[in-house]
């Protein structure tokens, strides 16, 4: 699953733009995107997404099954998601398998 940071993010309405990790152009992303819904996720967020073309025409492409990593606008409540610690400690693990390997 691709990762990436929410670049900006509007709780008015319900927008933003995913910066992709490996440093791809930015990625609209829908409240309705949002695994765990309105209120989940912040800007400056880490997020893994997945991407579906929104235009054959314009080769555009939008970011959905989205699932924060940070604190969020989750208030408290994680959503049921796991430890944002555990989710870096993956992508570390990762980076220095590829590295290793």
């Excluded at 993010?9 to 992709?20: L, V």
């Amino acid at each position: 699953m691709p990762t990436g940071t929410m670049k900006k993010w509007n709780d008015e309405q319900g927008i933003g733009f995913i910066e992709p990790d490996d440093g791809g152009d930015d990625l609209f992303c829908h409240v309705s995107g949002l695994l765990d819904g309105d209120g989940s996720v912040r800007q400056g967020d880490g997020c893994g997404f997945e991407t579906i073309k929104i235009s054959e025409r314009l080769r555009t492409v939008r970011a959905v099954n989205v699932e924060p990593w940070g604190d969020g606008g989750c208030r408290g409540d994680d959503h049921g998601r796991s430890d944002p610690s555990e989710a870096l400690l993956s992508k570390i693990s990762t980076s220095l398998t590829h590295l290793s390997g």
